[in-house]
C-alpha cells in the first residue's frame, strides 16, 4: 500500500551502490510529456548525483507508454547498458482504454524483466487525475523518476553481482 503523502524523492545516499562503469538506458514517452518530463529530469538528476558519467546515460524517445516494451528491448539488444528505466504517464479518461494501456505496459516490463538478463524499471505513473500525476513527478510526493533511478542502480549492482 503506498504511503499518503511520502517524498518519493528521499533516500539514503549511504544505501546507494558504487555506479562507476554502469551505463543506464531511459526510454521516455512523448505522451503527457509534461509529466515524462518531469520524471527523465528527477531519473537522470538522481543518476548523475550518484556517480554515473552523463555519457553513460543513454535516452530514447517513445510515442507512447505502450512504445516503451519496444524502445527498452531494443534499448537492451543495442546500447550495452546494465539497466533501463521505462518512463510514461498514463492518466484516467472516460474510456477502457487506460486499463489497455496499463496492463500492457506492466505486462510487457515484466516480461522484458523475465526474458532478458538487464533489469527493467516500470516507471510508468498510472494516475486517475492529471493532479496526481503532477503530484508524482516533482510535485508534492517528490518524483518517481528519482525513485526508479535509485531501483535501476540497485538493479544493476544485483546484475552484476550475480554475474
Not at 133 to 150: F, L, V
Request: hydrophobic share 40%; net charge negative.
Amino acid at each position: 500500500m503506498a504511503t499518503v503523502n511520502k517524498n518519493l524523492s528521499q533516500y539514503d545516499k549511504n544505501t546507494i551502490p558504487d555506479t562507476k562503469g554502469f551505463r543506464f538506458g531511459i526510454v521516455v514517452s512523448e505522451w503527457n510529456e509534461n509529466i515524462t518530463g518531469g520524471l527523465y529530469k528527477g531519473a537522470v538528476e538522481a543518476l548523475l548525483e550518484n556517480g554515473v558519467q552523463q555519457e553513460d546515460i543513454i535516452s530514447w524517445d517513445v510515442p507512447g507508454s505502450f512504445e516503451l516494451i519496444y524502445g527498452s528491448k531494443r534499448m537492451i539488444e543495442t546500447q550495452n547498458v546494465d539497466a533501463v528505466i521505462a518512463i510514461g504517464s498514463v492518466i484516467q479518461g472516460e474510456t477502457k482504454h487506460f486499463d489497455f494501456v496499463c496492463e500492457a505496459v506492466s505486462q510487457g516490463i515484466k516480461d522484458l524483466n523475465v526474458q532478458t538478463d538487464v533489469p527493467v524499471v516500470f516507471c510508468v505513473l498510472t494516475d486517475n487525475t492529471l493532479q496526481q500525476a503532477i503530484d508524482r513527478s516533482g510535485g508534492i510526493h517528490g518524483n518517481k523518476g528519482t525513485e526508479a533511478a535509485i531501483v535501476a542502480i540497485k538493479m544493476a549492482f544485483l546484475r552484476q553481482q550475480t554475474s
